[in-house]
């Protein structure tokens, strides 16, 4: 298996551009979650989908932040129109099961750098 | 609101030598918590994880402690290796949903050959 696969891995936009991250969680899993990572504030949990469903999006930052899960196997976050602080690199995760404690799996991540 | 912190943000050891890393958690309703590894353009990647019915759990050459009396979390790694040289993130999960994971800030881990 590929693991989370996530795209681009390395994105530079100028402020006021939409910005699309992608992410494709691994084959088989249900859950979905959308993290934010920086230095001044770690690993935050912006969003998380369950059998495609968002559950939880209290950790999106402000309406400029939409995410979405069509199917299955894939899952998009827009931010528009980015911001400087939104520089941050993204990570997308999928776990087998969303109601019982189990880790999550990571993809590389994205690199967001707004200009 | 709760979150989980370090104790430490930095931790330097020689090789062959044993790292402890620990972790403060405030929610006394959690019952589930991981450590991850996070090295340099990657993501997280899964080391070890406790259920709150437990003390200690053991999986290669690393160990989790868990202190429910004084909340409470530590990492040890046996004999650690340069390829143990990353970030390591306590998380815990309240609320029996893994989206309720929440991350610590994290400990940087440097191996000195």
């Known amino acids: 298996d590929a693991g989370v696969i996530q795209s681009p891995r390395h994105e530079v936009t100028e402020m006021g551009q939409e910005v699309t991250l992608r992410c494709k969680p691994i084959?088989?899993?249900?859950?979905l979650f959308w993290y934010r990572q920086t230095m001044m504030r770690g690993l935050e949990l912006l969003i998380y989908f369950n059998n495609n469903v968002p559950i939880d999006d209290s950790g999106m930052p402000e309406d400029r932040f939409s995410a979405k899960m069509p199917n299955a196997s894939f899952s998009t976050l827009k931010i528009q129109p980015s911001e400087p602080r939104d520089s941050a690199v993204y990570f997308c995760?999928?776990?087998?099961?969303?109601?019982?404690?189990?880790?999550?799996?990571f993809g590389q991540g994205t690199r967001l750098t707004v200009v | 609101g709760e979150s989980v912190g370090l104790h430490l943000p930095t931790l330097s050891v020689q090789e062959g030598d044993n790292s402890i890393i620990n972790c403060a958690y405030s929610?006394?309703?959690?019952?589930?918590f991981i450590w991850y590894k996070q090295e340099s353009g990657k993501g997280p990647q899964f080391i070890i994880d406790i259920r709150s019915n437990m003390d200690k759990r053991q999986g290669q050459r690393v160990t989790v402690l868990l202190n429910k009396t004084v909340k409470h979390l530590s990492l040890q790694i046996a004999a650690t290796q340069p390829g143990d040289s990353a970030v390591y993130f306590c998380?815990?999960?309240?609320?029996?949903?893994?989206?309720?994971?929440?991350f610590g800030k994290g400990t940087k881990l440097s191996v000195k050959p």
């Open positions: 084959s088989g899993h249900n859950s």
């Open positions: 995760a999928s776990s087998p099961q969303g109601a019982l404690n189990t880790e999550a799996f």
């Open positions: 998380a815990e999960n309240y609320g029996g949903s893994q989206g309720n994971l929440i």
């Open positions: 929610n006394s309703a959690s019952d589930y």
